[in-house]
């Protein structure tokens, strides 16, 4: 029955993407060989719709094919090193909505978590939801003690219909791996594997509620970037309580100056709190699209949607601190070093020809004005530059990337003539003295200096211990060494012997043939008896000799 299932829907997706004029997908993945041909003949390709980009095209293809299409879609547009360029971009504009399910059907599910009626935790609730995604929809409510509040609920059967999907998505990544050789570099099945894991968290709405309060805490006190309150005691896998976030959507531009907020201002404030999460905290919100972002009366950030996340560890941030800063002076040799020296491209790379292509790829960025320089697009040419010298590719520096693009966009948006190298240098060189100079140095030692301190008694314990087991150690290898010889004696005894073997019987069957010639022919002469003979007895001696004792 599955496989049925499988076939149903693999049959639709054939008829999707040919109506799209994407059968070339088809074809490549062998998903009914038999219809090449008859695809290729297909009238429909009098209508070709060739004129409308490719990109486009799968994107339209994609929202017809359902939510978790439109999820892969979107997690395909941050892997910019997997797809062309124009392909990546256009995922990217792929809308995450579909049709709301019913306000009482919301209700069931919301007292089937919490375990009680509704009127139990809310005063109000609105059974019209104010947003819906393939995952979640969202209902506004209010508190026994007037606090108001949105709630996220999962949609009834989303698990098993994204654990259909997957399945499905699963089937074609073997299929594109099996017939197409040229998809091998994407590694399509460690593709699915990680949107597998992507999408398995958005279906537990603690992990969402998690991210919250760990952005929030970073930001407490901040005039920056306000994270609305988790309410914790009405969170569940299923269902999500959250502080209501006010505010003007900060693609509506026209409100934003009715409200008098300094444009200028406000752009730079969200390139300060991407640089504070990514470099500050190590975590950043990997969804920063217009739709996720209000900005209060005073110019002060608000955000939703905490389902993805990034996260830096210090090696992370250290190597793109050196990138961003040898770039912008053009140290193209530094640029090259630090990939080395984080470890992202093999030990054996030749550092000229590494720097030197670097210099083909970014010399030309500095062709335009400053403020015109994309720090995303630059890290994407950074990225497939050293793609060519076996880096490993980083999801977390990909995220990084994506949304940096998404903060270049938005900022420039805002306010067209911004540089964004006004507010991240002074920010990068700072970060970068307090981690990287004699001042982090000491920032360091006074904070292990406690750890240091306790441990000073266990010094001569530890040290004794581990003289101890380095004897061991050494007892044991000289053990084994001995028994590696012994080995090694026994094996070339048993290489000799084989050798003795195998010449006594190569001696007896010639002297065997030797003899029944003789025998054959009575006139030959007797010498050659004897010679037989003589060949026998060393035959004999010989493989005595390599018989086993």
Not at 80 to 95: K, S, T, V
Not at 339 to 344: D, N, T
Not at 439 to 464: C, D, G, S, V
Request: proline share 5%; charged share 25%; aromatic share 10%.
């Amino acid at each position: 029955m599955r496989r049925l299932r499988q076939l149903g829907r693999l049959l639709r997706i054939t008829q999707i993407f040919v109506r799209h004029d994407l059968d070339e997908f088809v074809t490549a993945l062998h998903l009914f060989r038999p219809y090449r041909l008859l695809l290729r003949l297909a009238p429909w390709r009098l209508f070709a719709r060739r004129d409308t980009p490719r990109g486009v095209r799968l994107r339209e293809a994609l929202e017809e094919l359902g939510p978790i299409f439109v999820k892969f879609g979107q997690m395909l547009s941050t892997r910019p090193d997997l797809l062309p360029e124009d392909i990546a971009e256009e995922l990217a504009r792929l809308q995450d909505r579909v049709p709301p399910f019913s306000g009482d059907e919301s209700v069931r599910l919301i007292e089937q978590a919490l375990g009680g009626k509704l009127e139990t935790w809310f005063s109000e609730f609105s059974r019209d939801p104010i947003a819906s995604a393939s995952v979640a929809q969202v209902h506004i409510a209010r508190l026994h003690d007037g606090a108001e509040v949105a709630v996220k609920v999962l949609r009834p059967g989303i698990d098993e219909v994204i654990e259909r999907d997957l399945d499905l998505l699963y089937l074609l990544a073997r299929l594109a791996l099996r017939y197409a050789s040229d998809t091998r570099r994407l590694r399509p099945v460690e593709v699915v594997d990680e949107f597998s894991k992507t999408i398995h968290d958005e279906l537990d709405l603690r992990v969402e509620s998690a991210n919250a309060s760990r952005l929030r805490a970073n930001f407490e006190g901040s005039k920056l970037l306000y994270v609305p309150k988790v309410y914790w005691d009405l969170t569940r896998r299923t269902v999500m309580v959250l502080e209501r976030i006010h505010g003007i959507p900060i693609s509506n531009i026209e409100g934003l100056k009715a409200a008098g907020i300094d444009m200028r201002k406000l752009a730079h404030n969200g390139v300060e709190i991407f640089f504070m999460q990514a470099f500050r905290d190590g975590f950043f919100h990997a969804d920063m699209h217009p739709g996720n972002i209000f900005v209060s009366p005073e110019g002060e950030y608000r955000a939703v949607d905490f389902g993805i996340m990034g996260t830096l560890g210090e090696k992370d941030k250290r190597y793109l601190a050196e990138n961003f800063l040898a770039f912008f002076n053009r140290d193209y040799h530094a640029v090259a070093d630090a990939h080395l020296r984080a470890g992202w491209v093999p030990p054996g790379t030749r550092l000229v020809e590494f720097e030197a292509a670097i210099r083909t790829v970014c010399e030309p960025v500095f062709a335009r004005p400053i403020k015109e320089i994309s720090f995303g697009r630059f890290l994407l040419h950074l990225f497939q530059t050293a793609r060519r010298f076996n880096m490993e590719i980083q999801p977390q520096l990909v995220l990084l990337q994506k949304t940096l693009f998404n903060i270049e966009g938005l900022g420039r948006r805002l306010y067209p003539d911004l540089d964004l190298w006004e507010t991240a240098k002074p920010f990068l060189e700072r970060w970068m003295s307090e981690h990287m100079g004699p001042r982090a140095f000491l920032k360091t030692l006074r904070r292990e200096f406690p750890k240091w301190w306790a441990m000073l008694p266990e010094m001569p314990t530890l040290m004794h211990e581990s003289l101890r087991r380095i004897s061991e150690i050494d007892t044991s290898r000289e053990a084994h060494v001995r028994d590696l010889e012994q080995q090694l004696t026994q094996t070339r005894h048993n290489q000799r012997r084989l050798y003795f073997a195998i010449v006594g019987i190569g001696l007896l069957l010639t002297s065997a043939l030797w003899l029944g010639m003789d025998i054959a022919f009575a006139d030959m002469w007797t010498w050659k008896r004897v010679a037989g003979w003589a060949l026998a007895a060393a035959g004999a001696f010989t493989l005595l000799r390599g018989w086993p004792r």
